[in-house]
């Protein structure tokens, strides 16, 4: 009995196919829509009560309190980190020495920074703020000179989402300022506590 040569001609040679590849894929593709649309550019408007936190032991009337406000935006670059930018008015502070003399300060600042913020999807949103400002510290009057410099500032805010893209909150930020008043070199720290919105795009 002979036995015919088993040809192999025409045979599919490829390699079987992963049933897990597609699941795989899918989910992938899943997890980078996810991390996509985490991202996204928000903008911010605020105001409300500032302060300086001025020595006026040497002043017989100060006033330490003004209207201050804050504006900026950020990029979500993950769910929960954000890169910010801020402009902040921390408002006027006036000094009247036993002299007779008036000083006013005035300071705001240009910040950059990082925030630690809320889920994109969470209704009550948060956030907590670092970064570097670049301070303009101007006071006027007799033996009063102003500075710019670049302190630290930090911040916070919590508020509620109205809509995925608009935000109520309150938000507070803190740095210092620095200037010469009736001839004495001071560092002080600087507040603004704010009500504003935020709209998400």
Request: proline content about 3%.
């Amino acid at each position: 009995m002979s036995m015919s040569p088993i040809s192999i001609t025409g045979r599919n040679t490829r390699a079987p196919r992963n049933p897990l590849a597609r699941p795989v894929l899918a989910a992938a593709l899943c997890v980078a829509a996810g991390s996509a649309g985490a991202q996204s550019v928000y903008l911010h408007a605020s105001a409300g009560a500032a302060y300086h936190a001025l020595d006026c032991r040497r002043s017989v009337n100060c006033d330490r309190s003004d209207v201050g406000y804050r504006i900026g935006g950020g990029y979500r670059i993950a769910r929960n980190w954000a890169a910010e930018v801020n402009y902040v008015d921390f408002g006027e502070a006036t000094v009247n020495s036993s002299a007779g003399a008036t000083t006013r300060l005035r300071t705001s600042g240009f910040g950059i920074g990082g925030a630690f913020i809320s889920a994109p999807e969470s209704r009550l949103t948060w956030a907590a703020r670092v970064g570097v400002m670049a301070m303009n510290s101007d006071a006027s009057g007799a033996n009063a000179s102003s500075h710019h410099h670049a302190p630290l500032y930090v911040g916070g805010s919590i508020g509620y989402r109205l809509t995925p893209n608009l935000a109520v909150d309150l938000s507070v930020t803190q740095s210092l300022t620095k200037a010469d008043i009736a001839g004495v070199r001071e560092t002080k720290g600087v507040a603004v506590l704010t009500a504003g919105v935020t709209v998400s795009f």
